[in-house]
């Protein structure tokens, strides 16, 4: 069961990882092509059309945008790029952009004794657990913290939304509607991690995950 999940989720990353390729090459180069004759175009149009000219010129600007995040955000080697704690950073940031949240955040580690899978684990739980808090929890603050202890990491995400019913959540999810949580869990598991979720209605929800270090995917 472990190494058919460990299977799945390499297999994921991979998937994930090719389709963050195809956007950034082949969808982000067509946009900024038409950019580019949008605006030779428009030294050939009188005022009124340069105007519309612009109009489209920002959408696509957006698009660009747009693009370029959902890649990223496919992407963990974003990780390899700019290092864990700096991927970690620009995407607190990026949920800051887009949402209201206040988002307060401790990192105390250090990513050069974590192995690529271990360091891709740490963001992708980091990244469900904030896109949860933005998707359903109405929250107002947020805390984040990601802390090596002796032999583990410690990530703890606290919210002061709405707070759900987490047992009932998990019978859902062993009907399939929800992966968010469920992926959270099992690739904790798989690195011999605990996870402990605590929410109250109208109060917020804590996740608290604890992994051991050494362990490879
Ligand atoms: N921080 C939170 N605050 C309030 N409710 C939450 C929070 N996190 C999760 N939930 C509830 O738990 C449910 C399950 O979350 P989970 O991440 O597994 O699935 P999802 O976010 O609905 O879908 P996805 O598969 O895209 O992640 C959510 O639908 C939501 O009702
Ligand atoms: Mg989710």
Do not use: C
């Amino acid at each position: 069961m472990k190494n058919l999940s460990r299977y799945l989720i390499k297999a994921q990353e991979e998937e994930r990882k090719k389709i963050a390729r195809e956007l950034h090459d082949e969808i982000g180069q067509i946009l900024t092509a038409i950019k580019i004759n949008l605006e030779l175009l428009k030294r050939k149009v009188d005022k009124e059309l340069q105007n519309q000219i612009d109009e489209n010129i920002n959408l696509i600007n957006r698009a660009i945008d747009e693009v370029r995040d959902i890649s990223l955000n496919l992407r963990p080697s974003l990780i390899d790029d700019l290092g864990l704690t700096s991927a970690i950073k620009w995407y607190v940031e990026k949920i800051k952009e887009k949402s209201n949240l206040e988002i307060n955040y401790i990192l105390e580690f250090d990513p050069k004794e974590f192995s690529k899978d271990f360091s891709i684990t740490i963001f992708r739980i980091i990244q469900e657990g904030l896109t949860n808090v933005v998707r359903h929890a109405e929250a107002t603050e947020v805390l984040l913290k990601v802390i090596q202890k002796d032999n583990e990491i410690e990530i703890f995400i606290k919210d002061d939304g709405k707070g759900f019913d987490v047992e009932q959540v998990f019978k859902d999810i062993n009907k399939g509607r929800a992966l968010g949580l469920l992926g959270i869990k099992e690739r904790v598991e798989l690195l011999n991690g605990r996870i402990e979720i605590k929410s109250e209605i109208q109060k917020g929800t804590e996740i608290r995950i604890n992994i051991p270090l050494e362990r490879d995917i």
